[in-house]
């Protein structure tokens, strides 16, 4: 029941908006390292979790040995998270690696094998969870599978490491240094982006291409000057390639400064959480927040206790909205198993 479930959670979120789809960035400069993600899509109901660490947490699907992945989350995050709680779309943990989810129709997911497998929002939360760097996410792939993803990610640490990861023929594709001349992503294969900027074609793609190589353009005019912050020159990039209603939220993360700003198309005003107020400890409860909340400036103490109901509704409404089949009995099962996960 699990699987299906979030199967369908996967497609919808691919194939809801056929023509707009998400943008990403990497703004890096002397003292500079800034990343920039908006979500572009039909589905416009968000909540944002400070997720805690030294929780206990399981997947529910084994591998072919039959054994399932089991794993006590190291670092707690900031997530901003589509259909539900443990489902992050993007976010920032507490070394400082960030993630951004972007659409990608040539996907295809590794076949089943001995790594026990994540599906797509699951696995976000699990890098989230365990990984403090780039090299941490690749090396992931030999413990755990990622399935029924229909996505390519945008990632960066601390210390300004990018990658690009995709799924390409059953298999993790990076992109990292050298391979990685465009510190962005859109929603076309990461090489064929760059055979076609570096042939002069980029501009003249798709809407996906053309999005790339306006953000490229922007990156590479970038100078760091008292007349705009990094922070302010990182949103009117994301304004430039956004798809108007449609971009339901841009962010904003600072990386070196940890902190988080964020936009909505029902609150245009600027709000931030700085990361490192938050208590990340699992003693205390997790927090949540209405990414759409009518508020401005520094919402850090705003974030309130996670309350189960209003997470529940909110995945209820995901689920009913989009015609998925599923009792009342089997919404509160898959639920109540992110819910309950216990201190280690």
């Known amino acids: 029941m699990f699987r299906c479930l979030l199967i369908v959670i996967s497609v919808i979120l691919f194939f809801s908006s056929p023509i707009y789809s998400c943008s ?19 589905i416009y109901p968000g909540q944002i979790f400070i997720n805690k660490k030294g929780i206990k947490k399981t997947g529910w699907e084994p591998g072919t040995t039959g054994e399932v992945a089991e794993w006590v989350s190291k670092y707690g995050s900031v997530t901003f998270n589509v259909a539900g709680y443990q489902l ?8 400082g690696l960030v993630i951004s989810t972007m659409a990608l129709g040539e996907t295809k997911n590794p076949a089943p094998d001995e790594r026990p497998p994540l599906v797509s929002a699951y696995w976000m939360q699990y890098i989230f969870d365990t990984c403090a760097t780039v090299d941490d996410v690749i090396a992931s792939d030999k413990i755990v599978k990622i399935k029924d993803t229909v996505d390519h990610y945008l990632i960066c640490d ?35 982006c ?22 490229q353009k922007m990156l590479s005019d970038f100078q760091p000057n008292k007349n705009i912050s990094p922070v302010s020159y ?36 600027e709000c931030y959480i700085n990361f490192d107020k938050n208590d990340y400890g699992c003693e205390t409860p997790a927090l949540m927040m209405d990414i759409h909340s009518k508020q401005k400036g520094d919402v850090t103490g705003n974030l309130k206790e996670l309350d189960k109901n209003e997470c529940l509704k909110h995945f209820k409404r995901f689920i009913r909205e989009y015609e998925l089949e599923m009792s009342e009995e089997e919404i509160e099962k898959l639920f109540n198993m992110f819910i309950t996960f216990p201190c280690d």
């Open 24 to 42: 990403s960035f990497v703004l890096k400069s002397d003292n500079i390292l800034i990343f920039g993600t908006n979500y572009d899509n039909d």
């Open 88 to 95: 992050p779309w993007a976010g920032m943990n507490e070394k």
């Open 158 to 192: 601390a210390e300004g490491n990018i990658a690009v990861i995709e799924f390409l023929e059953g298999k993790m594709v990076v992109h990292k240094q050298d391979s990685l001349p465009i510190k962005a992503l859109t929603n076309s294969v990461y090489s064929q």
């Open 194 to 215: 760059v055979s076609e900027w570096n042939d002069g074609r980029l501009v003249k793609g798709n809407n996906s291409k053309k999005r790339l190589a306006k953000v």
């Open 234 to 269: 990182s949103f009117n990039i994301l304004k430039t390639v956004d798809a108007g209603r449609y971009t339901r939220w841009s962010i904003v993360f600072d990386i070196q400064n940890r902190m988080i700003y964020f936009k909505t198309y029902k609150n245009k005003k």
